[in-house]
């Protein structure tokens, strides 16, 4: 399973936040709203005008792995699970001209390192612009890499 900040590589599509819980699934033929495994609604490319993330940044490029250690180091110190689950942030789709803002849940606690998170918007922009390119989409591990270029020209 291949991720880059908030997107992850999922069967067939390339998932927006968290595939678990709150998440946008692109596939070559709609965006697909999605809360784990149920569907909440299917939006097709062609009626999409925008697609914006709203999730925490930090400069720190490693979030998820020192926020998984101290989380291991606090359930270790109190010899049980803390509870402690990433706020969900957000995604407007404006379809039609008529923005719609839906949660969008995080992979960890804290920020996302905001270089993925401008290479996503990027890639998303690029997707809505080209619809050639949404072919691509049905295997999505190369655009992980694409959305990393995009990163890069942004830093």
């Known amino acids: 399973m291949k991720r880059y900040g908030p997107l992850i590589v999922v069967r067939e599509a390339l998932a927006v936040g968290d595939p ?4 946008l699934r692109l596939s070559p033929d709609a965006v697909i709203i999605r809360e784990g495994v149920e569907n ?5 490319w062609a009626d999409i005008e925008e697609i914006a ?8 490029r490693l979030p998820g792995l020192v926020s998984t250690l101290l989380l291991g180091a606090l359930t270790a110190a109190m010899l049980s699970d803390p509870g402690v689950d990433p706020d969900d942030g957000s995604v407007t789709l404006t379809v039609d001209g ?5 949660p969008l849940s995080r992979h960890h606690v804290g920020g996302y390192w905001a270089p993925t ?3 996503a918007q990027r890639l998303i ?3 809505i612009a080209h619809p050639e390119q949404r072919a691509l989409l ?8 694409v959305a990393a270029r995009l990163a890069r020209g942004a830093v």
């Not at 049905?138 to 890499?145: G, R, S, T, V, W």
């Open 20 to 23: 678990g819980r709150h998440h």
């Open 40 to 44: 909440r609604g299917i939006v097709r």
């Open 53 to 60: 993330i709203d999730v925490p940044t930090t400069r720190f």
């Open 98 to 102: 008529e923005p719609r803002t839906l």
């Open 117 to 119: 998170v401008t290479g």
């Open 125 to 127: 922009a690029h997707l």
């Open 138 to 145: 049905a295997h999505p591990e190369p655009l992980i890499d």
